[in-house]
T-cell receptor
Framework: KAGVTQTPRYLIKTRGQQVTLSCSPI?????VSWYQQTPGQGLQFLFE???????NKGNFPGRFSGRQFSNSRSEMNVSTLELGDSALYLC?????????????FGPGTRLTVL | QKEVEQDPGPLSVPEGAIVSLNCTYS??????FMWYRQYSRKGPELLMY????GNKEDGRFTAQVDKSSKYISLFIRDSQPSDSATYLC?????????????FGAGTRLFVKA
């Protein structure tokens, strides 16, 4: 079974631009979560989508948004990029996102904002 | 103060050593305690999880949870160079999924051959 894939793997943008990241979950998984990982803050939860609906949201500004498609693929968008948005953005999928479901992480997209 | 505290290391040990990785936390409502391993340029992968207090063993790995002290540990026996990675503890109130899962900062481990 193929794992979680994320594209692109690396991205360089400048302040003020916007960016869209993509995540393809494991086949059959309906829950997709997004995380931001930085050396200072560690792994922080952004939001979770289940069956095309945002089910949960972390404490990030409205510049961070996402969506999920009917095939469970998900995209994350960051508008008006700031230097502090430089981070590794990780996507994780699980079957239902609840109970003792295991989350499977993708390799991440490394975003650098100049 | 962060909800979950984890020493970022780095921790360097010789091959074959017993490694002890630890996290402390402040939220007494946490019920699920997880350990993830993250290799360079990869996403985290779940090693094991424990529900409530107690020990759990899986091969060379043992996870311990002491809820009275709000302290969790991961022990790696007979450490191998392939164990060199960042280890993240994580915990949540309701389940092992993403929402409201709080991660530690991660400890970088180097096992020298």
């Amino acid at each position: 079974k193929a794992g979680v894939t994320q594209t692109p793997r690396y991205l360089i943008k400048t302040r003020g631009q916007q960016v869209t990241l993509s995540c393809s979950p494991i086949s059959g998984h309906r829950s997709v979560s997004w995380y931001q990982q930085t050396p200072g803050q560690g792994l922080q939860f952004l939001f979770e989508y289940f069956s095309e609906t945002q089910r949960n949201k972390g404490n990030f500004p409205g510049r961070f948004s996402g969506r999920q498609f009917s095939n469970s693929r998900s995209e994350m968008n960051v508008s008006t990029l700031e230097l502090g948005d430089s981070a590794l953005y990780l996507c994780a999928s699980s079957s239902t996102g609840g109970g003792t479901d295991t989350q499977y992480f993708g390799p991440g997209t490394r975003l650098t904002v100049l | 103060q962060k909800e979950v505290e984890q020493d970022p290391g780095p921790l360097s040990v010789p091959e074959g050593a017993i490694v002890s990785l630890n996290c402390t936390y402040s939220n007494s409502a946490f019920q699920y305690f997880m350990w993830y391993r993250q290799y360079s340029r990869k996403g985290p992968e779940l090693l094991m999880y424990t529900y409530s207090s107690g020990n759990k063993e899986d091969g060379r790995f043992t996870a311990q949870v002491d809820k009275s002290s709000k302290y969790i540990s991961l022990f790696i026996r007979d450490s191998q160079p392939s164990d060199s990675a960042t280890y993240l503890c994580a915990m949540s109130e309701g389940y092992t999924g993403g929402f409201k899962t709080i991660f530690g900062a991660g400890t970088r481990l180097f096992v020298k051959a």
